[in-house]
C-alpha cells in the first residue's frame, strides 16, 4: 500500500489556468506538507497543515492554497499559473507533537509543467 | 538561505568504493537526518541522528555529527550501482519537529559500474 500518494504523476497546462493536486497519506499522521522542488533540486516548503491548521505558510504566493478536508488528505490549488511555477511538487507527511523526531514521508511528486 | 548544503554537489565513483557526502548548517538543531532521492522518485529517509549523537550506523550507512562545528557526513561503504541517487540532509530546530525541517541541495552520487 502506498503511504503518500499524489495525483497527478504529471501536469502539463498553459499559464492562466488553475489546477489541483491531491494528496492522501494513510499513515494515521497529524501534519502535512507540501514541498517544491525547482530545476536544481532544491526543496523549499510551502504549507503545512496539523490537525486541519496551517501552521508553516512560507513566502508563497496567494495563487497557491492548500485545502486539508480531513487530516489524511492535504490538496494544492494554484489560480493563475504561471511559467515560474514549473517544478515538482512534493507531498509529505510526519508525525506531530511531544518526542516525535520529524521523520518525512514522501509521494512520489507531481511535476507540472507550465506552457 | 537554506539551513543544511551538502558538499560535494556531484561525486562520481566507482562501484565497491566508499562515497562520503558533507553537510554543513548554520543554527542549532535538534536532529539532523538524511534523505535519499531516485531520478523521478520521492525522498526516502535514510537515518537520523540527534544532536548529543556524535555517530550512527545503519547496514553500509554511517553518519557522523559534530555539533561545534556545525557539519555531518555521510558514508556509504562499498558502493553499488543502487546507490545512484541524490543524497539530501534536513535539519530540525529545537523544539520544531518537522516543522522546522529544512533542505539542503543535495549531492548528486554516480556509481559507475
Known amino acids: 500500500d502506498t503511504a503518500v500518494s499524489q495525483t497527478p504523476k504529471y501536469l502539463v497546462t498553459q499559464m492562466g489556468n488553475d489546477k489541483s493536486i491531491k494528496c492522501e497519506q494513510n499513515?494515521?499522521?497529524?501534519?502535512m506538507y507540501w514541498y517544491k522542488q525547482d530545476s536544481k533540486k532544491f526543496l523549499k516548503i510551502m504549507f503545512s497543515?496539523?490537525?486541519?491548521?496551517?501552521?508553516i505558510n512560507e513566502t508563497v504566493p496567494n495563487r497557491f492554497s492548500p485545502k486539508s478536508p480531513d487530516k489524511a488528505h492535504l490538496n494544492l490549488h494554484i489560480n493563475s499559473l504561471e511559467l515560474g511555477d514549473s517544478a515538482v511538487y512534493f507531498c509529505?507527511?510526519?508525525?506531530?507533537?511531544?518526542?516525535?523526531?520529524?521523520?518525512?514521508?514522501f509521494g512520489e511528486g507531481s511535476r507540472l509543467t507550465v506552457l | 538561505s537554506q539551513q543544511g548544503e551538502e558538499d560535494p554537489q556531484a561525486l562520481s565513483i566507482q562501484e565497491g568504493e566508499n562515497a562520503t557526502m558533507n553537510c554543513s548548517y548554520k543554527?542549532?538543531?535538534?536532529?539532523l537526518q538524511w534523505y535519499r532521492q531516485n531520478s523521478g522518485r520521492g525522498l526516502v529517509h535514510l537515518i537520523l541522528?540527534?544532536?548529543?549523537?556524535r555517530e550512527k550506523h545503519s547496514g553500509r550507512l554511517r553518519v557522523t555529527l559534530d555539533t561545534s562545528k556545525k557539519s555531518s557526513s555521510l558514508l556509504i561503504t562499498a558502493s553499488r550501482a543502487a546507490d545512484t541517487a541524490s543524497y539530501f540532509c534536513?535539519?530540525?530546530?529545537?523544539?520544531?519537529?518537522?516543522?522546522?525541517?529544512?533542505f539542503g541541495k543535495g549531492t548528486h552520487l554516480i556509481i559507475q559500474p
Open positions: 497543515y496539523n490537525n486541519k491548521e496551517l501552521i
Open positions: 499513515l494515521g499522521h497529524d501534519t
Open positions: 509529505a507527511s510526519s508525525r506531530s507533537g511531544t518526542g516525535h523526531t520529524g521523520e518525512l514521508f
Open positions: 541522528i540527534r544532536s548529543n549523537e
Open positions: 543554527t542549532s538543531i535538534n536532529n
Open positions: 534536513a535539519t530540525v530546530f529545537p523544539g520544531g519537529g518537522a516543522d522546522g525541517l529544512t
